[in-house]
């Protein structure tokens, strides 16, 4: 690397402000990644990479433009910066646009608190390759199984840094670490795949590669012999591994962006009930080892504790500076960027509320239905809510299940679907996203 990268951010406004920006941000991030891939018993891909991408954002009174690159040498830095401010000059006007004012940006800066960097070696590739390996065993060890689609261990570590002229400078550190494995069983037209992974912060964190691999397996042979469901209206248990897409969608709609745009199916339900009575969705920036956390957001406001829905009551939009600007709200500190793109809501960690009933329990309470473990496809109308989405998963009878099953569709309205979830009590506390596995008492399905 050039130089510490808290140096180019630096460099990068100063050279900004000597072109005739009249002020500016600068995003500067440095990182390394392996990954490591097998497959019977040998070593597939191997690939590492070490780069730095600096981003710089101009403006000119309310005209702004944004230049990026992965070349930090002292003359880059000043070409970038002459050509932002002459693509600034020429960009309309945003009335909206505009760095935080001084007193908006964060103070507390101690990221090492959130213990997002394992300081320990960086694994050495064989060592990556081992887990990749004993991974593929495992799965290859569980009967039925009869190929394994692929098998990896992957490792990363990021330095980001951000700096602007309204006086904001920090950075932290990130690293991740991360197994992986798919596995097929039968033959023919008859295969079916499935998969397991675990990523955590800390590689003391991480499951071990026989488990992940032999989950893989068994959710793979578990598949054979699925058949088409009969079309009808059945209550769907949305397994935890795809259950956060439903909060997603939520979340998606209540993006200031899509407010501000007026095109979302909640655009008039602040305030209103979006979930069942009792039930809140919680965004939690501050969790510890928790790679989605952070002490500030991409515009370096103070990112705090957000109760985006309280006892089923909507509280309110999801927003970046610009975003709350044009709806007359404060930024609720949910900006995120990258070198090369300006900032845009987001939320990072986020938990719904978790039941008192295992998974077992629901299918037990279901009756005759659905458990969905796995989608594909996606028609969501952002305006209705208005829901379909193709499925698979297992066959639910008088409480029990009895077989997989594929090739299906299930359909309803957002709205109305969220408002009549159940959840588990089988969320995994270690993900940015913690949602447990869902009930939702009917919805239309499309089979056979």
Request: a negative charge; hydrophobic letters at 40%; glycine letters at 10%.
């Amino acid at each position: 690397m050039p130089a510490p990268i808290s140096d180019l951010t630096g460099r990068l406004i100063d050279a900004a402000m000597a072109a005739g920006a009249d002020t500016a941000d600068a995003v500067a991030v440095e990182g390394t990644w392996i990954s490591i891939d097998v497959r019977q018993g040998k070593l597939e891909q191997a690939e590492r990479s070490e780069d730095i991408e600096v981003g710089l954002r101009v403006f000119v009174g309310k005209q702004s433009a944004i230049v990026s690159s992965s070349d930090a040498r002292d003359d880059t830095l000043l070409r970038m910066a002459e050509r932002a401010v002459v693509m600034a000059r020429e960009a309309p006007a945003d009335p909206h646009a505009g760095l935080a004012d001084p007193s908006q940006i964060a103070t507390d800066l101690d990221t090492a608190r959130l213990d997002l960097f394992d300081p320990s070696a960086e694994p050495d590739p064989s060592a990556l390759e081992d887990d990749a390996r004993r991974a593929e065993a495992a799965a290859m060890a569980v009967p039925g199984v009869t190929q394994i689609d692929s098998s990896s261990a992957a490792y990363g570590r990021q330095n980001i840094h951000m700096a602007a002229t309204n006086g904001f400078s920090a950075g932290y550190q990130r690293s991740d670490r991360n197994i992986s494995c798919v596995a097929i069983s039968g033959t023919g037209t008859g295969m079916e795949r499935d998969w397991d992974h675990d990523g955590r912060v800390h590689q003391a964190d991480l499951r071990s590669a026989e488990e992940i691999g032999r989950i893989a397996g068994e959710r793979a042979v578990a598949r054979l012999g699925a058949t088409r469901p009969k079309t009808g209206t059945y209550p769907v248990l949305f397994d935890e591994r795809i259950a956060s897409s439903l909060i997603g969608h939520l979340l998606g709609a209540i993006n200031g962006t899509a407010i501000a745009r007026g095109s979302s199916w909640l655009r008039d339900a602040l305030g209103q009930q979006v979930l069942p009575k009792g039930m809140s969705v919680i965004e939690d920036p501050h969790r510890i080892r928790v790679s989605g956390s952070r002490l500030f957001d991409g515009e370096g406001l103070a990112t705090r504790v957000n109760r985006i829905v309280d006892d089923g009551v909507l509280t309110g939009w999801t927003l970046d500076l610009a975003t709350g600007r044009k709806l007359g709200l404060s930024s609720t500190a949910n900006a995120s960027r990258s070198a090369g793109s300006g900032p845009s809501p987001s939320v990072t960690n986020f938990a719904l509320t978790q039941g008192t009933a295992s998974r077992a329990d629901l299918i037990s309470q279901m009756g005759t239905g659905l458990l969905v473990t796995s989608m594909i496809g996606s028609t969501i109308n952002p305006n209705t809510g208005d829901y379909s989405r193709g499925a698979s998963g297992f066959w639910v009878e008088n409480g029990e299940v009895t077989h997989a099953v594929n090739e299906c569709t299930i359909a309803g309205n957002l709205r109305d679907m969220l408002l009549r979830i159940v959840p588990a009590n089988d969320a995994r506390a270690h993900l940015s996203r913690v949602i447990p596995s869902i009930l939702i008492d009917a919805m239309v399905l499309a089979g056979e």
